[in-house]
Nanobody, 123 residues
Framework: QVQLGESGGGLVQTGDSLTLSCTVS????????LGWFRQTPGQEREFVAA???????HYKNEVKGRFTISRDNGKSTVYLQMDSLKPEDTATYYC?????????????????WGQGTQVTVSS
């Protein structure tokens, strides 16, 4: 059974940095495409970033240049480095895993989700 567990969320100020981690157990980590999504109350879960099994990366336009997704296959962990945080980045952040980046871009069909970690950016 594949399980994902996020950590690293918290309360920060505008302009600060934060790194989220997501460790995956079960399955073959190196074969997964991995992604980060975020959700605010009353809104749909939205794509933030993804990394393929071959480490090609993809980003939501508004986070390009500020967020960096990376993976460590030896630690079965995917990271989201978030710099220059803004209040509008406040959300619950979820990691996800699936067979391809294309599959991750259909959130309603994503195979595996973490439980989420809260990120709050104060102004």
């Amino acid at each position: 059974q594949v399980q994902l567990g996020e950590s690293g969320g918290g309360l920060v100020q505008t302009g600060d940095s934060l790194t989220l981690s997501c460790t995956v157990s079960g399955g073959t980590f190196r074969r997964f495409a991995l992604g980060w999504f975020r959700q605010t109350p009353g809104q749909e879960r939205e794509f933030v970033a993804a990394i393929s099994a071959t480490s090609n990366t993809h980003y939501k336009n508004e986070v390009k240049g500020r967020f960096t997704i990376s993976r460590d296959n030896g630690k079965s962990t995917v990271y989201l480095q978030m710099d220059s945080l803004k209040p509008e980045d406040t959300a619950t952040y979820y990691c996800a895993a699936d067979s391809s980046v294309r599959a991750l871009l259909r959130p309603q069909e994503v195979a595996y989700w973490g439980q989420g970690t809260q990120v709050t950016v104060s102004s």
